[in-house]
C-alpha cells in the first residue's frame, strides 16, 4: 500500500473521549489527507497538510484537530468524541496527484 | 458539498460485458481520477485525465472527459469477476499552494461470473 500506515486498525472508544489516529508514509510525499467514509457519504476531506506545521480544514473539519511535525507523520486527533464520529478514516498522500490510500481504521464511539 | 456525482449508483453485469460508469461535477478542476475501492479496503487510483484531454486508455480502461459538459465516463471492456468494486470519481483543484480531490458517492460495479 505505497508505504503508508494507519494506526489502530479497529477503536472502540466512549463519548467524551479524546481519540489519537496516526498516519504514517515512508514515501517522502508533500501532501497528506485525512478522510472519513461513511454510507450514503461516500469520502468526506476532513483536514490536509501541505508541509511540515501547513495543514488545513477540509470539508468536514468540526470536531477534529491535525498536526505534522513530520513529514513522515500526520495525526488527527478528536478532542471529545461523539457517536456521529463513528467512521471509518482513511488517510492517503500524494505528490501531488494521485493519492495512495491506507487501509483505514475504523472507528467506534459509544 | 461533493463535487462530483457518479451515475448509477450500482450496477450488476455479466462476465465479458463492458461497464460504463459516468461522473458530473460543477464547476473548473485542473484532472479529473477514477479509483476503485474492494470491500474493506482502502481506493486504489486507477487512471488520471488531465482538463486539456479528451480520452485516455489503460488496459482494459477507457476514460473520457467533456470539460464543457462537466461530465466524464469510465468504461471497463471485458469485465471479469475481479472488478467487482466500487468506483469513484474525483475531481482535482489546486490553489494558494494546497491541492484537493473531491470524490463523488462512488458506483457499486458487481461482475457475476
Known amino acids: 500500500d505505497a508505504g503508508i500506515t494507519q494506526s489502530p486498525r479497529h477503536k472502540v472508544t466512549e463519548t467524551g473521549t479524546p481519540v489519537t489516529l496516526r498516519c504514517h508514509q515512508t514515501?517522502?510525499?508533500?501532501?497528506m489527507y485525512w478522510y472519513r467514509q461513511d454510507p450514503g457519504h461516500g469520502l468526506r476531506l476532513i483536514h490536509y497538510?501541505?508541509?511540515?506545521?501547513?495543514?488545513d480544514k477540509g470539508e468536514v473539519s468540526d470536531g477534529y484537530s491535525v498536526s505534522r511535525s513530520k513529514t513522515e507523520d500526520f495525526l488527527l486527533t478528536l478532542e471529545s468524541a461523539t457517536s456521529s464520529q463513528t467512521s471509518v478514516y482513511f488517510c492517503?498522500?500524494?505528490?501531488?496527484?494521485?493519492?495512495?490510500f491506507g487501509p483505514g481504521t475504523r472507528l467506534t464511539v459509544l | 458539498s461533493q463535487q462530483g456525482e457518479e451515475d448509477p449508483q450500482a450496477l450488476s453485469i455479466q462476465e465479458g460485458e463492458n461497464a460504463t460508469m459516468n461522473c458530473s461535477y460543477k464547476t473548473s478542476i485542473n484532472n479529473l481520477q477514477w479509483y476503485r475501492q474492494n470491500s474493506g479496503r482502502g481506493l486504489v487510483h486507477l487512471i488520471l485525465i488531465r482538463s486539456n484531454e479528451r480520452e485516455k486508455h489503460s488496459g482494459r480502461l477507457r476514460v473520457t472527459l467533456d470539460t464543457s459538459k462537466k461530465s466524464s465516463s469510465l468504461l471497463i471492456t471485458a469485465s471479469r469477476a475481479a472488478d467487482t468494486a466500487s468506483y469513484f470519481c474525483a475531481t482535482a483543484y489546486s490553489g494558494a499552494g494546497s491541492y484537493q480531490l473531491t470524490f463523488g458517492k462512488g458506483t457499486k460495479l458487481s461482475v457475476i461470473p
Open positions: 514515501e517522502n510525499h508533500r501532501y
Open positions: 497538510s501541505y508541509g511540515v506545521k501547513d495543514t
Open positions: 492517503a498522500i500524494s505528490d501531488p496527484n494521485e493519492q495512495f
